[in-house]
């Protein structure tokens, strides 16, 4: 996508200003709708004068029955939905559904499969709406399901930070702020904490595993571009919620280049004492999930389980070679017992790849460590598990 700067457009004394690129994170699909909507031409997203008012099926929405006429409901490729029309099957020049026999109708399990999907469609659509409402960070979430007719979740509430349970008391326990003047050199609230700044000058994450993360807090008087305000800031990048084909259910992927040691994403979900958790475990145990995760930096008192209210972190699989590892971040909330749990990049991650970390802990590629003592996602019954990676361990334990 390319556009012409404000300061550029008297640049060049006599010729047409120097333009700019910057990225689009909108999918190709929609910047055709766009074009054509507005009956616009660019040959850079394929729109010409020449197919600026082609037609081609790019889905079947529904199915009806009208005096005996079948007609189907057309999504026609890079047009809006406000231009989906019905059409008679002698229209839709396709293969998959058009019968040798024109004057046949197609089986019922055709139709039944038709309307199925374009259920599935709607619903996912609205999900999807959904989860960007109630996001509070920059990286938009998608949803797709190219897998089978699994729709939305509908026991699953998205939300951005820990939810307390009932007799649980999060207090914002930052008693005081720093007023430095450039946390990067001065490394104030890593340095009042004992330990040290987490970031490089690139906002990618320095230290070694086990480490815990200090970040300025809401009493600093930092800038919010801050170099140590990295994890409060959310989810910078686009991932898509998808249904994976090997039967692991849903996972995450992302539709943007991720670098190595980055930020991705913060494992949220609702607090709960160990107590609780053992009896959620059991309960989990016998259906083959968990999404328990301990939250305790040096006791045993608190866990975080996400299987009902979560953000896109509930969707990540495990993996024996994953491109997450976890790290204990502590903002406003000081309390050892209560850290914040983010997700950072291992390695370079690259479009289209899916996003896992292992629940035990352990082959955390580039920056793993040889032992972490407190292994956050607890299990207790060995189950069979095939992550498809060559180092599989073939059990959870």
């Known amino acids: 996508m390319v556009a012409v700067g404000a300061e550029a457009r008297g640049g060049e004394a006599g010729g047409r200003p120097p333009p700019w690129c910057v990225p689009c994170l909108v999918s190709l699909d929609t910047l055709q709708e766009l074009c054509r909507k507005e009956k616009l031409t660019c040959k850079s997203i394929g729109i010409t004068k020449r197919n600026l008012n082609n037609y081609e099926v790019e889905y079947l929405c529904d199915y009806k029955v009208v005096k005996d006429m079948e007609y189907y409901l057309v999504k026609w490729k890079g047009w809006p939905d406000s231009t989906n029309t019905w059409e008679p099957l002698q229209n839709l020049k396709c293969k998959a559904i058009t019968p040798k026999d024109n004057n046949k109708t197609l089986k019922p399990a055709i139709t039944e499969y038709i309307v199925k999907k374009a259920k ?36 699953f509430y998205y939300i951005n930070e820990y939810k307390p349970a009932p007799g649980i008391s999060l207090v914002n326990e930052a008693t005081f702020g720093r007023s430095c003047t450039d946390c990067f050199f001065q490394k104030c609230c890593p340095a009042e904490a004992g330990v040290l700044l987490a970031y490089n000058k690139n906002q990618q994450i320095k230290i070694p595993p086990g480490t815990p993360i200090y970040e300025c807090n809401s009493r600093c008087q930092c800038e919010p571009d801050c170099p140590n305000r990295i994890v409060q800031k959310g989810t910078q990048y686009s991932l898509c919620i998808f249904r994976t084909s090997n039967g692991r259910g849903r996972g995450i992927k992302t539709l943007v280049k991720i670098k190595r040691t980055s930020f991705v994403m913060e494992y949220v979900g609702e607090v709960i004492t160990s107590e609780e958790a053992e009896r959620r475990r059991q309960f989990y145990d016998n259906k083959g999930i968990t999404y328990l995760f301990d939250l305790d930096y040096e006791s045993n008192e608190f866990t975080v389980d996400a299987a009902r209210y979560g953000n896109v972190s509930h969707f990540v699989n495990h993996s024996c070679d994953p491109n997450l590892q976890v790290f204990s971040v502590f903002i406003d909330n000081l309390n050892t017992r209560l850290s914040q749990r983010a997700l950072f990049s291992t390695r370079t991650i690259n479009a289209g790849e899916e996003l896992t970390f292992d629940y035990q802990m352990k082959g955390s590629g580039d920056i793993s460590s040889d032992s972490i003592d407190h292994s956050p996602v607890k299990k207790r019954v060995r189950r069979v598990w095939q992550c498809g990676v060559v180092t599989c361990r073939n059990y959870l334990n």
């Open 120 to 155: 599935q469609r709607i619903a996912l659509q609205r999900w999807q709406d959904e989860i960007n409402r109630r996001k509070n960070h920059k990286g938009m979430i998608f949803v797709e399901n190219t897998a089978d007719l699994q729709g939305a979740p509908s026991d």
